[in-house]
Nanobody
Framework: QVQLVESGGGLVQAGGSLRLSCAAS????????MGWFRQAPGKEREFVAG????????SYADFVKGRFTISRDNSKNTVYLQMNSLKPEDTAVYYC????????????????????WGQGTQVTVSS
């Protein structure tokens, strides 16, 4: 069993920054592709960013390119999402997810491809 615990969410003004963290436990973290998703009220959960086992490959949704950066520290079993230039439309619950079934560098954008999920952390961006 894998446990994922997100932290770092909060309220920030437009243009500000937040750094989300997701701490993993229970399985070999370095053998998982990690993803960040988000879900706004009334909307479907959507892919934000993903990162390969080693951290050498990252993938981003178009709407966060150039603003968000995903990274991981396998020695700390933690994945991060640095969010800069935040916009009100970034307001959502952010979830981290782990994919233990795929290949080391294949980053899926479908939520169904991920095996484990955290409980989510709220990010609210005020205008």
């Amino acid at each position: 069993q894998v446990q994922l615990v997100e932290s770092g969410g909060g309220l920030v003004q437009a243009g500000g920054s937040l750094r989300l963290s997701c701490a993993a436990s229970g399985r070999t973290f370095s053998r998982s592709v990690m993803g960040w998703f988000r879900q706004a009220p009334g909307k479907e959960r959507e892919f934000v960013a993903g990162i390969s086992w080693s951290g050498g490959i990252a993938s981003y949704a178009d709407f966060v390119k150039g603003r968000f950066t995903i990274s991981r520290d396998n020695s700390k079993n933690t994945v991060y999402l640095q969010m800069n230039s935040l916009k009100p439309e970034d307001t959502a619950v952010y979830y981290c997810a782990a994919d233990y079934q795929g290949a080391y560098s294949i980053i899926y954008r479908r939520a169904e491809s991920y095996d484990y999920w955290g409980q989510g952390t709220q990010v609210t961006v005020s205008s």
